[in-house]
């Protein structure tokens, strides 16, 4: 059974029209992520909610803004994609932050294609 | 800020060759963990070191955790085309989030 699910799998989007990436999960983890990864680089992390509590990495753009309105689900949204902004969207999970309980469990990804 | 820094950044491998890749952080690690991301897939968590020379093994994969917490290692054995995809380390610093390191992508020579 999928455990953290991300829909769509392959989205397409005009330069500056806004798009919403959305992940849910099964796992009732208390931290939900949400990385930026292009073509052959590790993961970047945008940001993370813990619970209810919203965590922005210093360096992640305000374009991307994020939701999450309740334990399963968690939204990314793009206000106006830009070229740079194509990538892979990688969702995950864990049941802690830091620790040896923040083991991150990653949805399948969506490719974002802004033309 | 935590840095975690991986060598090679690629390995090219003959089948049944081994091969080591390496993991180092800026900062003493409270636990470090690997995860493995197949051509086209997201990255799957692996294992997770948490005391200092821990040393564990997965089938032909083997992961070591140095003694002053700031280094680890994965050994993979035999090396199979099924191996192929990107090995990324992160590791944890105490009360600070989980930091990737940049990955070593393999390729496995048949």
């Known amino acids: 059974d999928a455990m953290v699910i991300q829909n769509p799998r392959y989205q397409v989007t005009q330069f500056g029209k806004p798009v919403t990436l959305s992940c849910s999960q099964t796992?009732?983890?208390?931290?939900m992520y949400w990385y930026q990864q292009k073509s052959s680089q590790a993961p970047k992390l945008l940001f993370h909610y813990y619970d209810k509590d919203f965590n922005n990495e210093a360096d992640t753009p305000d374009n991307f803004q994020s939701r999450r309105p309740n334990t399963s689900f968690c939204f990314l949204d793009i206000r106006s994609p830009g070229l740079g902004d194509a990538a892979m969207y990688l969702c995950a999970t864990s049941r802690e932050a830091g620790g040896p309980r923040d083991t991150q469990y990653f949805g399948p990804g969506t490719r974002l294609t802004v033309l | 800020g935590q840095q975690v820094m991986q060598i090679p950044q690629y390995q090219h491998v003959q089948e049944g060759e081994d091969f080591t890749t390496y993991c180092n952080s800026s900062t003493t690690l409270s636990n470090i963990q690997w995860y493995k991301q197949r051509p086209g897939g997201h990255p799957v968590f692996l294992i997770q070191?948490?005391?200092?020379?821990e040393v564990k093994k997965q089938k032909r994969l083997t992961f070591q955790f140095g003694e002053a917490k700031k280094n680890s290692s994965l050994h993979i054995t035999a090396t199979q085309t099924t191996d192929v995809g990107t090995y990324f380390c992160?590791?944890?610093?105490?009360?600070?989030?989980?930091?990737f390191g940049g990955g070593t992508r393999v390729l496995v020579k048949p």
């Open positions: 070191l948490v005391k200092s020379g």
């Open positions: 992160a590791g944890i610093a105490a009360g600070n989030k989980l930091t």
């Open positions: 796992l009732n983890h208390n931290v």
